[in-house]
């Protein structure tokens, strides 16, 4: 039987169509559909000055705007061969693992309310205000914060605010390791996670899985590593697990978390002083650049031509993570509520994923497997 | 009698269906935080379970995409008849960012069906997102019920583009 979900449905915050292929309560195949949110951001961005651009760049994904801003920014950065000066880097530093902090506290309790575990989920969601709190100290909004420009940053923080944020940082680490407890050694909600949606190594790397989803499956692949900043500033070493299941994916996120405020504290402890942002002559050329998203890796193909956008290509890691959920975790899962459990924690973040959508004419209707993949 | 009844719960359990017709999701997850323990939604008796055919009240986000332009006017004729449409964000209002050269998107939403609230921002803060909630349904659901089939032609669905 095939059993459709969405694209509005109770577990799914977001627009798409999952079809699982059914026997009795058994998952046997899933398959999905996109295409519900493709707005054509890339397309808007040919032809305008960076400064029109950053904002669509944010609105590529609520969730992890951050990033693609910061992405963004460095890619014209790297174009035009210059980079933001040391206290701009390590703001945007602060901000990226604030943000890395609130998409996985996000993510985990959306997995949470997947499986039905009400109170994680909104004991997450409360120590998430507090993160959001802190991001709004810093850049003055909650989701998209318009922080980020080509050489540096917007605005500068003071002393106070750092102050605070250490504060609310504290707050966040006294409960995260309550609530990590009552999941690690739950009985109930161990059982529920762990062997489920299995993706071992080779699966992960068929699949191309990035980010928490890959390094949960012992893909042992992080791309801050490689990024100047935190090779050149801070001591950082990715975190990774073996087992690839629902738990471990999970684990994965919750570990990554205090990794994540240790860095915000170097950052904070060691902020040079000095200028926020440098001039910049956009120069012309083409530049891939990389970062880790809390995702995964994003990646931006710019060409520029003297001021102007030429072409814009991005990558995120949704595409790759949903892709292989629904290739290899979803298959053999034993009932479909673990179906939805398991979907949760590859992290989909839909507005993401959408860069092309293929529109039949002649039909009128959107194309469902562009590469005939089945 | 039984109308007043009627109105007196609807007033006090709002369902909310959630439909993301093509943005950035940063509205849905301010909607998301909305759950936490610090607004508690549920607390005015609101409830989020995103499905259309018990909604009281349809929270639009995003810009209809290409995809959206036939299935948000099904969505809407599935919810049952005092019903309300908050349209939530810039997107739905007039398209936001996307609305350009080279966009695929259809904004403003009340092309297609017809729009109660409005709350503008990019996203909107949370309580905003609360307060407009709590203005608008309670007041239109209760005195809507019985008026839908005659005289509030209002609350139909448009022609669309
Ligand atoms: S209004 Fe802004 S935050 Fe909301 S969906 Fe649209 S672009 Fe995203």
Same mark, same amino acid.
């Given at each position: 039987m095939i059993l459709p979900i969405g694209p509005i449905h109770p577990g799914l915050k977001e627009p798409l169509r999952l079809k699982l292929q059914t026997q009795g309560e058994k998952v046997? !195949?899933?398959?999905?559909?996109?295409?519900?949110?493709?707005?054509?951001?890339?397309? &808007?961005?040919?032809? !305008?000055?960076?400064? !029109?651009? $950053?904002?669509?760049?944010?609105?590529?994904?609520?969730?992890c705007s951050y990033e693609h801003t910061q992405t963004f920014a460095e890619t014209i950065e790297k174009i035009s061969n210059v980079r933001a000066p040391s206290r701009a880097q390590f703001?945007?530093?602060?901000?990226?693992?604030?943000?890395?902090?609130?998409?996985?506290?996000? =993510? *985990?309790?959306?997995?949470?309310?997947a499986m039905e575990h009400e109170t994680l989920f909104m004991y997450l969601l409360s120590v998430r205000e507090h993160i959001m709190d802190a991001i709004e100290l810093l850049t003055g909004n909650r989701v998209n914060m318009g922080w980020n420009v080509v050489g540096g940053v917007r605005m500068d923080a003071k002393q106070v605010h750092l102050d605070a944020i250490l504060e609310k940082l504290k707050d966040v680490e006294k409960d995260l390791d309550r609530y990590v407890q009552i999941f690690e050694q739950g009985h109930l909600v161990g059982l529920r996670s762990k062997d489920v949606g299995v993706m071992t190594r080779d699966e992960a790397l068929k699949g191309r899985a990035v980010g #928490?989803?890959?390094?949960?499956?012992?893909?042992?692949? @992080?791309?801050?590593?490689?990024?100047?900043?935190?090779?050149?500033?801070?001591?950082? %070493?990715?975190?990774?697990?073996?087992?690839?299941?629902?738990f471990a994916r999970t684990m994965n996120r919750f570990d990554e978390i205090p990794q994540s405020i240790d860095l915000v504290r170097q950052a &904070?402890?060691?902020? #040079? @002083?000095? @200028? $926020?942002?440098?001039?910049?002559?956009?120069?012309?050329?083409?530049?891939?650049?990389?970062?880790? =998203?809390?995702?995964?890796?994003?990646?931006?193909?710019?060409?520029? *031509?003297?001021?102007?956008?030429?072409?814009?290509?991005?990558?995120? #890691?949704?595409?790759? *993570?949903?892709?292989?959920?629904?290739?290899?975790?979803?298959?053999?899962?034993?009932?479909?509520?673990?179906?939805?459990?398991?979907?949760?924690?590859? @992290? #989909?973040? &839909?507005?993401?994923?959408?860069?092309?959508? $293929?529109?039949?004419?002649?039909?009128?209707?959107?194309? %469902?497997?562009?590469f005939d993949l089945k | 009698m039984l109308n007043t009844f009627k109105d007196i719960v609807r007033k006090s359990s709002i369902h909310v269906c959630l439909v993301n017709c093509g943005g950035c999701n940063g509205c849905d997850i301010?909607?998301?935080?909305?759950?936490?323990?610090?607004?508690?939604?549920?607390?005015?008796?609101?409830?989020?379970?995103?499905?259309?055919?018990?909604?009281?009240?349809?929270?639009? /986000?995003?810009?209809? /995409?290409?995809?959206?332009? +036939? +299935?948000i006017k099904r969505i809407y004729s599935k919810a049952p008849e005092p019903k309300v449409v908050a349209c939530v964000g810039n997107c739905p209002l007039s398209g936001d960012v996307f609305n350009q050269e080279g966009g695929n998107v259809h904004a403003p939403v009340s092309d297609f069906i017809c729009v109660d609230a409005e709350i503008s921002g990019c996203p909107p803060r949370p309580s905003e997102i609360l307060e407009a909630i709590l203005t608008v349904a309670p007041g239109a659901i209760a005195s809507r019920g019985r008026e839908a089939n005659g005289k509030n032609k209002k609350n139909q669905v448009t022609g669309g583009k």
């Open positions: 046997l !195949k899933a398959e999905i559909d996109y295409g519900y949110v493709h707005r054509g951001i890339e397309r &808007i961005m040919e032809g !305008k000055t960076w400064q !029109k651009c $950053i904002y669509l760049a944010e609105r590529v994904c609520g969730i703001l945007r530093t602060i901000t990226n693992e604030l943000d890395r902090i609130q998409s996985h506290l996000l =993510a *985990n309790s959306t997995y949470f309310k #928490p989803i890959g390094r949960a499956s012992g893909l042992k692949h @992080d791309l801050r590593e490689q990024h100047h900043t935190y090779r050149e500033n801070f001591e950082f %070493k990715p975190i990774w697990r073996k087992e690839g299941d629902n &904070i402890n060691n902020l #040079p @002083d000095g @200028d $926020i942002r440098t001039k910049v002559e956009i120069g012309s050329g083409y530049v891939e650049w990389r970062n880790e =998203a809390p995702r995964g890796e994003v990646v931006y193909m710019a060409e520029t *031509n003297g001021n102007l956008i030429k072409h814009i290509s991005i990558r995120t #890691p949704s595409i790759m *993570n949903i892709d292989s959920c629904a290739k290899y975790m979803l298959k053999d899962v034993a009932t479909v509520a673990d179906a939805v459990a398991t979907y949760a924690t590859a @992290d #989909p973040c &839909i507005a993401c994923a959408e860069r092309v959508a $293929i529109i039949d004419v002649d039909k009128g209707e959107t194309s %469902k497997d562009i | 301010e909607i998301v935080a909305l759950l936490s323990p610090r607004y508690d939604l549920e607390q005015y008796g609101i409830y989020v379970h995103n499905n259309p055919r018990e909604a009281d009240v349809i929270l639009i /986000t995003g810009a209809v /995409t290409e995809q959206w332009i +036939k +299935k």
